[in-house]
């Protein structure tokens, strides 16, 4: 015991050099151990063990003060108490206790715009105002700053989803998902109207593709969960589908709204319209067959169904004309396809109310409309296997039967100009066609009106060659015909249908004023949308007088020129003079021309190849300091070319004489030149950085600049 006690005193003493005197037992000397600094403890305690006496060393006071004060020098350590789990939860509550305060403090610092604590209730009301007012980025913010960060409230479910609908009228999809997957993570559960929005969102998304492929992933998602969809989310969906052009993906969805139990309605024929008018090939005979199958199912068109109808005769042509033949020009017994019994479970639900409503086949009416043969429609299965009635496919050898009549009609001597100008051929009066033309009143009372089925007589042998909108507004009865037929069913015209027809119409003065005459009586009030379409109309067809004329009557109705309206008097300057006198009046309005302006004169120049007003417009262009957009350049480049068989050694050519000093001074006009960036879509709706967030940003950017510059010196 003696030893072991020397030896942890020896240890204890440090390298210092000590002496210890310890006194033995009654017979015996006191022992005294001296710790040098130069002695291991190794020796020490072999010294110890061989009970050898050192010399004694002489006591210092000042050490035996400092005796059991060395371990501070080698050891860390001041406690060795183990930490139960209770001191470690109260450890965890204090620091949680203090992030606490922090965000209170925070939060007693932050300063809200009514200056008192607000409610999610508050904030939804905030946000639908601004959301009505066009307003989407400021909302945003309110909401992720001031509510979320600022007050640090918790969000409801109302809240996102005002957001989201915001979100998707602008086209804003990815917002509109970040939204929703926000609103997933804090542990809410969407409502039908969270829904409606998203798909509504990928319908008014700029990139149409795109947004047909988040709509599908989301429907996806929603069949995973056992999500039903009502008729708004349907009717959003199949919106989406609609504005891609995929006729078959809107058949899918209406299946899906018939297994749902939900009914038919005018808008959903709507959205089928909006598909058509995206093929622009074919449109105008799939809307017709569309508008068919609508009165087949006892549907009463609205106002919308006949704007849209009159923006496929505008925009979309017939296709071929032997199949639309053999598709328009039926009876309306047998325009409507026939219901078998094995399809009787999949019939659709109309209004109540409607009269002479038939139930919708949807696979018979897809075959139809897409001319397939009845077994290449939807999914349906027959117990007989067993085909639909020939009577709802397209017969191809009557197809053929009428291409081969058109070509011996051709080959017999019949006038080129005639074809063209007739829409339809009354077997009775084929004879006298071939006489000479036929007067309008002659030919709207021999021609039936496409859009009553009814009006579809035996004695319509075929359609002619229907190249203009005009030609597809006469096969539904011109003007007269189709504001009638709006009259039958309790319409009347509003100022987006009198527009559309003006743009459908030939511009002639007589038809201009018979539809000024329509307006007044229908008590609809011009705009200035409606002169400028007339305007654009005559532009179009080389008419600079016409259009002139137009503007000039808009003053006489004290109604003030826009830059559209120049735009639209611009197709028609295709000489320098007019083209500057343009510029010149509009300066005198106070109106500054911008690059579509620019963009109608470069056109109409370069068509003429004169590249001394392409010259001078260019100048004009650096005057008035008008950066040029995408198109200018594409047409400059076009007027900047070669013709491909150009040889200005061999021949001489007039129009391209002054060609190499156009080049030359358009590679200048590069250089010095702004470009105008085309903004993306989506800037106006994002929200701004915070301030400390770009601090951070420029005070690290400096960081890394005098890192690299201390580096390189």
């Keep these: 015991m003696l030893r072991c006690a020397l030896l942890r005193a020896a240890l204890l003493c440090g390298p210092t050099g000590a002496a210890l005197r310890v006194s033995g037992s009654s017979g015996s000397p006191p022992l005294l151990i001296s710790a040098s600094s130069a002695s291991p403890p190794l020796l020490l305690h072999r010294q110890l063990c061989t009970s050898t006496p050192s010399p004694a060393a002489p006591t210092q006071p000042e050490e035996e003060e400092r005796f059991g ?93 005002v957001l989201i609908g915001g979100c998707g009228r602008a086209g804003y999809v990815k917002k509109a998902f970040q939204l929703y997957n926000n609103m997933k993570k804090q542990g809410l559960d969407p409502s039908d109207a969270s829904y409606t929005a998203l798909f509504n969102a990928c319908a008014q998304s700029p990139w149409k593709q795109s947004g047909l492929e988040q709509a599908l992933k989301l429907r996806q998602e929603l069949r995973r969960k056992n999500v039903p969809l009502n008729a708004i989310t349907h009717h959003a969906l199949l919106k989406t589908v609609a504005l891609s052009g995929d006729l078959k993906a809107c058949f899918q969805v209406l299946r899906d709204m018939l297994q749902s139990g939900q009914a038919i309605t005018q808008e959903t024929f709507q959205y089928l319209l909006m598909c058509c008018v995206e093929d622009k090939q074919q449109g105008f005979r799939l809307a017709l067959q569309v508008w068919h199958q609508m009165f087949s199912a006892g549907i009463k068109p609205d106002q919308q169904n006949y704007n849209i109808l009159l923006r496929a005769a505008r925009d979309c042509g017939i296709g071929d004309p032997a199949m639309a033949s053999a598709l328009l020009l039926r009876g309306r017994e047998e325009s ?28 018979s009416f897809e075959s139809h409309l897409l001319a397939l043969p009845a077994d290449a429609s939807a999914p349906d299965t027959h117990p007989s296997g067993l085909s639909q009635s020939t009577d709802t496919t397209l017969d191809l050898s009557q197809v053929e039967s009428l291409r081969r009549n058109d070509r011996n009609t051709q080959r017999e001597g019949e006038p080129s100009n005639l074809t063209e100008q007739t829409q339809l051929l009354p077997l009775s009066s084929r004879n006298d066609l071939l006489s000479g033309p036929p007067t309008a009143r002659s030919q709207n009372s021999h021609l039936p009106n496409l859009l009553d089925p009814s009006t579809c007589c035996s004695d319509v042998v075929a359609l002619g060659m229907v190249s203009t909108a005009s030609d597809r507004l006469a096969l539904m009865g011109n003007l007269e015909g189709f504001l009638g037929k709006m009259a039958n069913d309790g319409l009347k015209p509003t100022i987006k249908t009198i527009t559309l027809l003006a743009d459908v119409m030939e511009p002639s003065s007589q038809l201009i004023q018979s539809l000024i005459s329509v307006a007044a009586e229908s008590g609809v009030k011009l705009d200035v949308a409606f002169f400028n379409t007339l305007i654009r109309k005559a532009a179009k067809a080389g008419d600079l007088g016409g259009a002139k004329a137009v503007k000039v009557l808009m003053a006489e109705r004290k109604l003030p020129a826009n830059a559209q309206t120049f735009c639209g008097i611009a197709l028609a300057c295709s000489r320098q003079k007019d083209g500057l006198q343009l510029l010149s009046d509009m300066e005198a309005c106070g109106i500054k021309p911008n690059a579509h302006v620019f963009s109608a004169l470069i056109s109409q120049a370069s068509r003429r190849l004169d590249y001394t007003y392409l010259h001078e417009l260019l100048k004009q262009m650096h005057r008035l300091q008008v950066p040029p957009n995408e198109v200018i350049i594409r047409q400059l480049e076009f007027a900047a070319q070669y013709p491909p068989n150009y040889d200005q050694f061999k021949s001489k050519n007039t129009y391209l004489e002054k060609i190499d000093g156009f080049r030359g001074f358009y590679r200048q006009w590069l250089e010095f030149m702004p470009g105008e960036e085309t903004p993306h879509p989506w800037d106006k709706y994002r929200l701004p950085k915070p301030e400390a967030e770009q601090d951070g940003v420029s005070s690290q950017n400096q960081s890394t600049n005098s890192n690299q510059s201390s580096v390189t010196t």
């Design 69 to 161: 004060g060395y371990c501070s020098d080698f050891s860390s350590r001041t406690s060795f108490r183990r930490a139960c789990p209770e001191q470690q939860e109260l450890s965890y509550q204090r620091t949680g206790e203090e992030e606490e305060e922090e965000v209170k403090k925070k939060i007693r610092g932050f300063r809200t715009r009514t200056g008192r604590r607000n409610t999610a209730y508050w904030y939804f009301l905030q946000c639908k105002r601004l959301i009505r007012e066009n307003r989407l980025a400021e909302a945003l913010q309110l909401f992720e700053g001031d509510m979320l960060k600022g007050e640090r409230l918790q969000p409801e479910e109302f809240n996102y989803s």
């Design 336 to 363: 409507g396809p026939k219901v078998t019994a094995q399809r009787r479970q999949q019939r659709s639900k109309v209004r109540e109310g409607t009269p002479h409503s038939k139930p919708l086949d949807v696979d």
